[in-house]
């Protein structure tokens, strides 16, 4: 049995063809499949270029993939569900369609749906959890703008604030002003605002996040300052979701995105966790959450999850990507 499993986030977009077992046919990547930033037709167009990408791969007819797992980033309400069901609908393939939000998936991935949560930081940030009794929780995920704390995107922004205030002189002196310098490939500071104020998407500031680990990995104070305080916001994304479910110790927690996934983040986040959460569980992240679509695909049709071989899949997309 072949499955399709989709990962359509704010910053790019996975698709996957895989067995029963776990084996890895096909893959696809590609850009945003958020239609809140890109629109329904460029939205459509990401998530089926990228699907007939990991088909064309596995070798197979799209007629040989009977169930597909969709996890999709913008999908907040029943709107939402009714224009990327739709857009899906169009695509027309695989028959059976199971759609949920991407952090769905991403717990799906860290554990195979089971009982904890899992916090999701890259472009953005939010957190997901189930209890034993099935009852989920969702804290975060409100967008860069007004939220997202803990992500990509925040510690861009929070640190292209203190360069810019060290630019005029009024803030601490920092290497990320020369880093942003680079970044963004500046002739003179100012130039920064055109360039970031006028983007259309939250990618295109979310990429100086690696550039604020890396300032922070070589001792930059006001870097690891804000590295710190948004390890902070994620531990608390977790906290949240125990304490509304009254779940008990011990808890699983896991991470999922590329900035959960930095080395100095996934440390600091980890050292915030057991602070608030005692006993808690601490699973090492999960690189493509893409392979969650295909373990709630299994569960869905009353198949064993598992989870080792789940993070055995995850090793193998990322070795292909590196």
Same mark, same amino acid.
């Given at each position: ?39 329904? %037709? ?28 969709? &996890? ?12 990327? $069901?739709?857009?899906?609908?169009? /695509? ?7 759609? #949920? ?44 703008? /007004? &939220?997202?704390?803990? $992500?990509? $995107?925040?510690?861009?922004?929070? &640190? ?30 100012? %130039?920064?605002?055109?360039? #970031? ?15 604020? @680990? ?21 531990? @608390? ?44 569980? /601490? ?8 392979? &969650? ?30």
């Amino acid at each position: 049995m072949k499955i399709l499993g989709v990962d359509s986030g704010a910053t790019k977009t996975k698709s996957i063809i895989a067995d029963s077992e776990y084996n890895l046919m096909g893959l696809g990547t590609g850009g945003s499949g958020n239609y809140h930033y890109i629109g329904v %037709e460029r939205a459509r167009e990401s998530v089926k270029e990228t699907i007939d990408r990991a088909i064309a791969e596995a070798q197979v007819e799209p007629e040989d993939i009977p169930y597909g797992g969709f &996890g999709v980033g913008a999908l907040d309400t029943e709107k939402d569900y009714e224009v990327i $069901s739709g857009f899906l609908s169009d /695509i027309g393939y695989p028959k059976e369609r199971y759609i #949920v939000n991407d952090v769905v998936i991403s717990h799906y991935a860290v554990n195979g749906g089971r009982p904890g949560v899992t916090v999701v930081a890259g472009t953005g940030s939010i957190a997901y959890g189930t209890d034993q009794s099935g009852e989920n929780c969702r804290v975060g995920g409100w967008g860069w703008v /007004i &939220g997202d704390e803990g $992500s990509g $995107s925040y510690a861009a922004v929070r &640190g292209l604030h203190e360069a810019s205030k060290a630019w005029d002189g009024r803030g601490r002196p920092t290497m990320l002003t020369e880093l942003a310098s680079e970044h963004f490939d500046l002739d003179v500071p100012r %130039e920064i605002i055109s360039k #970031v104020q006028k983007s259309d998407l939250p990618e295109d500031v979310a990429s100086f996040a690696v550039r604020m @680990t890396e300032a922070a990995a070589q001792g930059d104070e006001v870097a690891m300052r804000i590295i710190d305080e948004g390890c902070e916001e994620l531990a @608390t994304l977790a906290t949240t979701v125990v304490e509304r479910l009254g779940m008990e110790s011990p808890v699983s927690v896991g991470s999922v995105g590329g900035f959960a996934t930095d080395d100095l983040v996934f440390k600091k986040f980890e050292e915030k966790v057991k602070n608030k959460i005692p006993g808690a569980e /601490i699973l090492e992240p999960i690189s493509n959450p893409v392979i &969650g679509s295909v373990a709630l695909v299994m569960e869905k049709i009353g198949e064993e999850v598992s989870v080792e071989d789940l993070r055995d899949l995850d090793s193998e997309i990322k070795n292909r990507l590196e």
